[in-house]
C-alpha cells in the first residue's frame, strides 16, 4: 500500500524528468544541424581589425506592442 503512494507521488517528477528529456533533445538537435550557409573555403581573414560600433538615437519596441518603447532614443 506504502509503496503505490510512493509511486503515485513519484508520476508528476518523471513527467517533468519526460519534459526535460525531450527539451534536451530538441536543443541538441539544433547545435547539431549543419548550416545552409558555409564559410567559403579561401574567404578574407584579416590580420588585425580596429574600429567601434556606435549606437545613436536607437529607438525599439516590439510587434506585438509598439506603443510600449523598450528603448526610447538611447545612444552607446
Known amino acids: 500500500m506504502m509503496s503505490c503512494i ?5 508520476a508528476p517528477a518523471l513527467k517533468k524528468v519526460g519534459e526535460g528529456v525531450d527539451a534536451a533533445s ?8 549543419e548550416p545552409l550557409i558555409k564559410s567559403p573555403e579561401n574567404g578574407l ?3 588585425h581589425i580596429q574600429g567601434k560600433i556606435v549606437f545613436e538615437n536607437v529607438t ?10 523598450v528603448l526610447d532614443n538611447n545612444s552607446i
Open 6 to 10: 510512493y509511486l503515485a507521488q513519484l
Open 45 to 47: 581573414q584579416p590580420d
Open 26 to 33: 530538441r536543443i541538441f538537435k539544433i547545435i547539431d544541424r
Open 60 to 69: 525599439f519596441s516590439y510587434p506585438k506592442d509598439p506603443t510600449k518603447k
